[in-house]
């Protein structure tokens, strides 16, 4: 059953791969000079051109090795019930495709019908000229939006933004009861009554999130916010997840200098399956049809260092992301630190609520954070 996964995944990955380089060079041909269509495409084609579908590994292969160090550059593709014995183990810094799931599907049908049609959405319009802030996105009544998503001779794609309040959305799983993954809810939970209803959704407005864009959608380059630990699930259409797994913080800092980027993972999600994408990994998605997603973004109390150096980096150069910086992150890490040094002051014997980083690492967090 394993190596039927993987020889299936091997064979769908190439034809994915080849038909998302046929979608681009397609907008290319028909769309207008000076466009992000025109201009975007033709960066995600160099980036495809030097990348390469890679054989994953199996469940079994990871989990017989002594030690995962260096094994960030690789992938995994395995069922839900290995991806809980991989989690059991520790964190994995490699990113997982894991499916098929057994979870209920959205639709795209459903989901905009689900859409208030006299709100307002934010989306990028790929037909912008490139010369402009088109980087910042539109914002349209939903029913004129929605009508541009479904017209079939559209040429320059859409991207929808900020949906993420129209559905429930639970994390897979593998993840569902792991406590640790939980601390920034925790971190929150006492401070609710006192805190805005607004300023307390800030956080939770880019930690769980919807996606859903048209054919030859693209993003350029980009970490996560703070580098958060990603996992998106494919409800209905196609996918190919470009990703530079293992390149670490001062591999990103390089690339933000102007080292180009070489040999991508082109990773195909196909729909009802879910990508686990490691935090701090650069990533540059592209959409081979239309394409509905839901994602987390989630922080590991063992993680707090990591994410706090990512969050100094985005602070020093906003661009690292292709979003804007999250209000709420400050009063959250606070409350994690203060958990953190309550904890490291019980008994040793004594048990902790969360796993924490090395004790050793905990003034330099806090000096992080002091600074940020």
Not at 26 to 45: G, P, W
Not at 205 to 223: C, D, K, M, N, Y
Request: hydrophobic letters at 35%.
């Amino acid at each position: 059953m394993t190596e039927q996964l993987i020889t299936e995944y091997e064979r769908k990955a190439k034809e994915y791969y080849e038909k998302a380089i046929e979608v681009l060079n397609k907008k290319q041909e028909v769309s207008s000079a000076n466009t992000r269509t025109r201009e975007d495409t033709a960066i995600i084609l160099d980036l495809l051109d030097s990348s390469m579908v890679q054989k994953p590994l199996t469940a079994e292969q990871v989990l017989n090795t002594d030690t995962w160090d260096g094994l960030e550059k690789d992938f995994v593709v395995c069922s839900e019930h290995d991806a809980g014995r991989i989690f059991d183990r520790q964190v994995p810094r490699f990113p997982i495709l894991v499916g098929p799931l057994t979870r209920t599907t959205g639709s795209i049908k459903g989901f905009l019908n689900a859409i208030d049609p006299e709100a307002n959405i934010d989306f990028h319009d790929f037909g912008l000229d490139a010369s402009a802030d088109v980087h910042i996105p539109r914002t349209e009544k939903a029913s004129d939006a929605i009508k541009m998503f479904k017209d079939e001779n559209r040429i320059d794609p859409l991207n929808f933004l900020d949906l993420h309040i129209l559905k429930d959305n639970p994390l897979p799983s593998f993840l569902r009861q792991r406590k640790d993954f939980k601390i920034l809810e925790f971190s929150h939970a006492g401070k609710r009554k006192r805190t805005s209803q607004q300023n307390a959704a800030d956080l939770d407005r880019w930690t769980s999130f919807q996606l859903l864009a048209s054919e030859g959608a693209v993003h350029l380059p980009h970490i996560d916010h703070h580098g958060m630990n990603t996992v998106v699930f494919n409800e209905e259409g196609h996918k190919l997840w470009l990703m530079w797994p293992g390149l670490g913080l001062d591999g990103i800092k390089k690339w933000r200098l102007g080292e180009p980027l070489q040999g991508g993972l082109p990773v195909y999600v196909p729909p009802g399956y879910v990508l686990w994408q490691p935090l701090g990994t650069l990533h540059a998605p592209i959409t081979i049809t239309k394409c509905l997603m839901r994602g987390r973004m989630l922080l590991h109390s063992s993680q707090l260092l990591d994410i706090l150096q990512y969050t100094e980096a985005e602070i020093k150069d906003p661009d690292i992301t292709n979003e804007t910086f999250c209000r709420q992150i400050h009063e959250r890490m606070k409350g994690i630190l203060d958990l953190w040094k309550k904890e490291s002051d019980l008994p040793e014997l004594c048990q902790k609520t969360f796993k924490w980083p090395p004790s050793e690492t905990q003034k330099e967090c806090e000096k992080i954070y002091k600074v940020s």
